[in-house]
């Protein structure tokens, strides 16, 4: 039985420009590839024709797997339940609005047959995007890594390919506050990198707005680093030491020398000073304590990462779905 690529693609709300990526773009590189191949579309609850666009192509094309949400679960819990329904000897995702460039999917096997186990896209270079989507994940990535995680490369994305090995030990992984690229990074295993630059939407507006790039970030950093709790630590050891220097200084300045520098200090001035510094200390400790607690308030639930609309999907192993 020969090797199968198995190629993950989440769609949400592209019925504009699915078709043109899909017939223009992505299938004349799959006919090109030497070995078998599934396309898994996700659909992640689109509220336009997108469900219906992917249904026809996977009556069309047997090679291609419809997987439907019930409702929008976002395009980590996407890519997840599509790694999961794959069956190939390697899988690769990628968007598909056409901003990450089929035409590499050779090079990404070629660096796999050469033994990379995880064969990651970085975006070197933007096309015309604007400042603020520049500048936002060149931020992103610096305080990623002034956080303390160093495994992953600035501009890496999920555009990317892993060995059958790794998604099988991605699929073990349970939190539901999850980065994709971010978990496999930390995965370990054989990584190589390919350059690529970051093109324009076909067509549309992108799904992920601010708020949810906001909420993508949160989760990335409590979900991969530890590092704010200890920040907070050292804040707090650092106004404990700047209050009681301030404390004998203001008992010497304004005591022992009788107050040379006339700064009139008053017992409730310092006393001010030292609960509005203890009071935004307990605040703020207590909303990033909280947004770890968060986060173990939904592991703990228990729920599914994501439901299936059965009704709706179509080719799939029926075997591999039974469990979300």
Known sequence: MGMKISFVIPVYNEEKGFMKFYEDLLLPELKKIKYDYELILVNDGSKDKSLEIIQDVAEKDKHVKVLCFSRNFGKEVALTAGIREASGDAVMTMDADGQQPPKLIHEFIQKWEDGGEIVIGVRGKFEKHGFIAKTGSKLFYKILNGMGVKDTVPGSTDFRLIDRCVADEYNKLTEHGRITRGLMDWMGFKKVYIDYIYGNRLAGKPS???KKLFQLAIDSFVSLSTTPLVIFGWIGSFITLASLILGIFVLIEEFAMG???QLKWTGTTCLSIFITFLIGLVLTSQAI??????????????RPLYIIDRKNSRNLDAGKTKKA
């Open 259 to 261: 107050d040379p520098m």
């Open 208 to 210: 992920y707005n601010f």
């Open 289 to 302: 304590t909280a947004l770890y607690i968060s986060h173990i308030h939904a592991e703990a639930q228990g």
